[in-house]
């Protein structure tokens, strides 16, 4: 048991570094200052977490309880910007795929969490998918752009997906640890599938 | 009583139909994918009732709580989606008559709410025009465009006014179900009239 | 006692008040109307304290619970907008040193609540400055603009280095007077200084 909840906290930490590079990177691109890169690194890798623990009422949050996470995200955001010309060559695929990772992993820990506070299965899979997605939708907001995921890619949908399967695989009676690598593994192979096939949401004919 | 109860009940119901609705339309407007449009309906239909919920600790939010409210926006938000062409083409007169009409119910509802939860008279009419106006700020914040209630119309004004009279209302000894027809009769005249006389509060001069 | 209590509760509103008085001046600047003058009043002001608040888990935030705080932001941004040739004229230098030393003021009295609600020393770092930040930061989203204190000036940071001398202080013994004038003294000085000198975080080089 000791060993599982090693494992989890593991790959909990290193969603948390990844999504922050990404944030650091993207802030970087935007011409932010040193601090508006480790605010982005924060905002991209906890800010869905805090949305999530914000909504279902376990305050308070855990990135406010637990300094470890805020600590990790700084300072991946602090070792990007000083590292910044390595963070600018890292290819795309590589950083595409651990980001569909750590997507996968939040939205099953997330939805998890969720049910673990007596939340609905519906609304369980909805608090999922938030955590996958929040960190880059207050991204989003802070660079006064329209979120992406509300306009292209399977990325939320995936998220969702993930969740779903992890409520339903609890409610059919599966263990947290099956469960979640099975709704962890149908995000990650429908978000990479969706990048490398170009697939898209539908969209309305133009207004 | 369970009549009555019920009456709120279809009222709030139906409130929340409408602005999930306007919510997938400015969506579509925008060239967001289904995904976009399904959380713009949430977001219209439900924002403003999750920011006063965290706000008065009334947590989670009633649309985390009941998962009757994210479904009806969701399946609102589906359906203008599928049926776009007929959304398009709904005219202008009804829709803000509906509008009008769920921004009353909203802010005499939140106004009472917020009296519920013992929070003070005049925080609670802030409250009630939050629960009116805070989804529309939030979809304006999505779409990276300066929330409208700030720059133009009797809107957000006409949902203060209706929590004003609900909460004097409630002061002054009258029932809830009075005091909530006065102050959403108060809220849904002064926008009908305002949209009417084309009224806009001042602005100071340019700067 | 009590006069140090009154002392820190007029500084409170003091700083609540020139808040009020930049929040309403840019929302004149970018043309909204009497509403959104006074919701961003309300925002600025305020904003800073609802986030810690809703943070830390002191549900309902101050500026719920405490009419005197709302009322005073607004009766503010009414005077701003009836008063707007005189706001105008203001000059720059009194009204900088004024904000440096609300932001003094909130970053130490952020910084100090988020000890006393059980935060973790550093967490309570992060809370001090979002507590003097966080209302400028929701008037930049709400006027769709990139958030000011992530891309330029010596802001965020001073608010940061004076609730990091807050809580060591506390750490190392000093009582909570001295502290927050040792924290407050350091985030002022460090404004001040940078604006005098036109001192600026580094930037990575464009991407």
Known sequence: MKKIESIVLAADLAGTAVFALEGAIVAMRHGLDLLGVMV??????????V???LLIGATPPNAVRDWRYPVLAFVTGLLTFVFHD????????????LDAAGLALFAVAGAQKALDYRIGPFIATLMGTVTGVGGGVVRDILLARVPMVLAADIYAS??????VVLVAGRRFGLSPMLAALLGGGACFALRILAVMHGWQLPKATPW
Do not use: E, K, Y
């Not at 995936?158 to 969740?163: H, I, N, P, T, Y």
């Open 158 to 163: 995936a998220a969702f997906v993930g969740a």
């Open 86 to 97: 390595t963070a600018r060559a890292l290819p795309f695929m590589p950083i595409m795929t």
């Open 51 to 53: 949305i999530r623990d």
């Open 40 to 49: 982005l690194s924060f905002v991209v890798a906890l800010g869905g977490g």
